[in-house]
């Protein structure tokens, strides 16, 4: 049994990286309402609004491409406590590096050792031929921006569902329960 085919992404925008210079080019793309409702399935959101991108992108390190921008859309979630419709405005800062495979490659075999430097940028990303299409990029930072835990304002739990704030007594030390035990019968 062979596994299913990845869904594919609902936006793509697609640059071509022999036309880049080290001048920044601009992409803009801004989704249709059909696009914006495959979008809402995709992220598994009741309804995407107003999604739209505004990227530059120029040569990086002769051979790669540096990308930066923005990705913003309005999506609606129902609210976690009353299920009530929440509208939320995404805005979120896109940037990220690519390099051809081949590099990548050619530095494996040169590096035995691997470090990670949590504080260090994003290592770049591969890339195979002269197209990039960075409608997953776009989509993963809109994903990063979506609260898994939306509310309506004013939206509460009922008492009945919160945890109780009164602390419990501490429970007895178990060696303490011991020793008057053995008091109690020593005596």
């Not at 990286?17 to 601009?26: E, G, I, N, R």
């Not at 995404?90 to 050619?106: C, D, H, K, Y």
Request: charged share 30%; glycine share 4%.
């Amino acid at each position: 049994m062979s596994a299913a085919p990845e869904k594919p992404a609902p936006i793509q925008l697609v640059i071509n990286t022999d036309k880049l210079s080290a001048t920044p080019s601009v992409l803009k793309t801004r989704a249709d309402a059909a696009v914006c409702k495959a979008l809402a399935e995709y992220m598994k959101v009741d309804e995407v609004e107003n999604f739209q991108a505004e990227l530059s992108a120029r040569r990086w390190r002769k051979h790669g491409v540096s990308v930066e921008g923005t990705v913003s859309a309005d999506i609606i979630q129902p609210c976690v406590v009353t299920l009530e419709p929440v509208r939320t405005h995404i805005s979120e800062a896109v940037q990220a590096r690519f390099l051809p495979a081949s590099m990548f490659e050619r530095d494996k075999r040169a590096e035995q050792e691997i470090v990670i430097d949590p504080l260090a940028e994003d290592p770049p990303e591969a890339f195979d031929g002269r197209e990039i299409d960075l409608g997953l990029l776009l989509l993963e930072h809109l994903a990063l921006g979506i609260d898994p835990y939306p509310r309506a304002p004013g939206a509460e739990l009922p008492p009945s569902l919160t945890p109780d704030t009164d602390i419990p007594e501490k429970p007895a030390n178990p060696f303490q329960i011991l020793a008057r035990l053995r008091d109690k019968f020593d005596s």
